[in-house]
């Protein structure tokens, strides 16, 4: 005999390939070798040494480590990925808190370095504002709000380093310079030497409103620095006149109120500058003396591009001079004039003749973004004299100005006119202005026509325009007789080609619609995003090809609209339809009857709340007429309707049904008979509602019955009717094919054993797998399932566990046995007497059982071990006993060389 140990806790079933069967034994987990203690080893190593092995490697394996256990997490940088707005992938290395445990100040400095080395090859490495703050606390003794911004492309990099310039010495690539906040003297010293030898730097940005800055003469001699801004109250007047006579500086802001003096001294070196193109100035006040400085230079300046002003205001003598030089430059393309007070028509004046001269200017604007501004009369009086300008936009203080500036130059660039913002439009003015433009071909509008003078001036601007190609009119409640008005002056209009209303009004929208659908070479959009869709569905466009309405749930309405237009309609290929009626209003028979006369449509999905009969009778029937369409897919909370639908689907044209049930799957595929569906599970467990009723049980033996690829059969229904049942052993007495039948679990008691027997004796199946396990057929139901086994020669394994079966039925069960080739036996959960244990003995000594499953059945040691010589005497047929559940100790006398025993653990 072999050792007992060899006997131990087998959990793995030698039962023959079946149906799943939720009563049979898992395998037990087995205990996981203990660990050694080398990777404990590992994490006892200083947190210095950890950080110096980190910069030898890679930042996405620091990011594999740093994964590994909490304590490298905390320590290794930590390496996220990162989505920008443009939806590029970059990666941010964030700089850990516990990184301020690292005591070797070198050590650290070389870590930094490591940092921005990552940097320069693409990754962005940031350190929070808290952590950074907590870090140079700690680390260094500085104000919080001492900060040093340092960028290379989009490099964030905070600190305030006692040696910067060991930062800027490693940064060979740097582009891009951000300082914000109190630079103390030594660290200006320390940043001017930095960038006097750098030849990198391309944008350098200035913010601070403290002390001044000396970095001016550092940047005298650079030549790469192209754009520059100074922003706030720290600048001294040698500043930034130190900052402007950079050399190649091709932007300039400048956001700092300065001194009077300080402006003059600017603005005369803005007009020498010969490399600058774009210079925005925001300025409290620009005296007169400085703005002459400035003419003077635009008269000479061939590479401003654009000037941009921003402050409260110009005083006339100052836009006198400004005019005299923009009339004689010959580079300027853009002038923006913000000011927050009000112009008078006199100041304008000499803007106008200025505007007259020059031949390069392309955008003005002369307004600023809040309520001050020049008035209407004054840019009214600038617009009027705009017939020399080649100013191709103007912005005032008004869009409907600029509308009116646009329609009287007639630029070939400006081909849209939009006031969607512009309340109280004078129609007649517009409509006039119109008259001689040939490029304004979109205008978009966004007030109501009130009254009816420019109704009237709206209807024949539409009759006799010829340039308007697209127009969209947002008024909310558009009268119905003002619709019908402007449909018949598009029948005499034919340029106009798109039209788009947004009107809330249901008849104006139905009325629009039904005209759109006679429009041969016209579009329409409305308000109404199924409208829009239904257009184009009613008007067979070529570019419909699917339509999704699953995220907007149609009304019953809706659907037989949507019928209406899709049986001629022969584009659309796929349609998706939710709908949340009610089951007394749908429209879903309308919508099944065009289905069936589109020829155009292979796939169509559908959800609802729930069928009517009638609408899945409709369905059913023309599924069997139509040869198009290919794919079907339903989603119904009943599973009535969906059954009732598939009556018939042997003969469907349909390759692919899907629905939200499992019954309605298995039912479709058995009546078409799929060669490749072999196994049938239905498990329902659900009360109420989602039960499988009489109806849906009809069908789905009907369907079983007749198909002849299923070998194995699954039907699991909670509490089983007698009429159910009586349906379940009709299918499986016409049924040929099956070998595994499991119909555990159904409470079909006794009588429902004896149909089973009945269909079993009359039957032809060629059935090696029963389980009738869970049914409560007690004695007299398990006496009649063992009269119908003669009659299945082939049956290899019997579950009848879980009955109640008395010691008189267990002898009966197990003297039939003897009989016939079963090979595996599962009585679990029923209680055995000495009789039964005596006719198990027997059984096990005669029959050719090699699997016994006896778990929970009442064991003691004497009766398992009687049970065990019987297994011994069997001369090593049986390989598998369990016992589990009997409260057995194991002993020698329980052990059989070339059996497993399972036991408890």
Known sequence: EMPINQHKQCRQSRLPPSLDDPRSHKPRRMASPSSDDTFGEWQSLPTDLWCHVAQFLHYRDLAHLAMTCRQLYRVLPLFLPKRDRTGAQEEEVQLPLSIMSVQDEELLQRILMRAMGWCRAGVVWRCTERQARLFLSRRYDVSPDARLSIATAQIAFVAAHQSPEQLFDTLDNLETLSLHGRVNPQQQQQLAACLHTNETLQHLSITGHTDSLT?????A???????????????????????VRVLNVKTLEIDSQLPIDTIDLVFRELANHRTLQHIALKQRNYPASAILQLSSGLKSNSTLKSLKFSGRQLDAEALRYLCQGLGINKSLETLVLCQDQAQNRESFQPLAAALVANRTLKHLRVCSKGSFGPTWEACEQLISECGMWKLELLETCSTFLDALFI???NHPANTTIDLSKQLGIDYIRLFAAYEGNTHAYNLILNAAVSTEEQSQAFINFLKTNTTLRALKLSQPMLPLDFAQAICAALSENQTLCHLSIACTNPKTIAFFFEQATTWQHRQLVTSDPFMNVLLQVARNSRNLHALNMITQTLTSDQIKLLAKYLVSNTQLHTLVISSDSTAEETG?????????????LTNF???????LPVEAKELSRIMTHNTTLETLRLTC???DPLLIALNGCESWNVKHFESSDAAANAVFSLR??????????INIHENGKSRLRDVGMKYLTEALAANTFVTHARICVTKILPTQMSLVCEAVAANTTITHLDLADNDFGTAGAAELSSALKCGSLPLVWLNVAGNKIKSKGAEAIIDALPAIPRLQHLDISNNGLLGGAVEKVMAAITLLPITSVNLAKTKLKDKAVSAISTALAKSSLSTLNLSATHLTTKTAAQIANACRSAEGRVQQIDLSGNRLAMCEELAVEGCTILFDA
């Open 605 to 611: 999905r559908l959800r609802v709340e729930d069928f």
């Open 672 to 681: 078409q008979n799929d060669p490749t569906f072999k196994k049938l599970d």
């Open 407 to 409: 329609l009287q130059t």
């Open 588 to 600: 879903l028979v309308d919508l099944f009857v065009a289905i069936g006369q589109n020829t155009g």
């Open 215 to 219: 970095l001016g003469p550092a940047l």
């Open 637 to 639: 909370s009943s599973r």
């Open 221 to 243: 001699n650079n030549t790469s620095l192209v754009s520059l801004r100074l922003a706030g109250d720290m600048f001294g007047s040698s500043d930034v006149h130190d900052f």
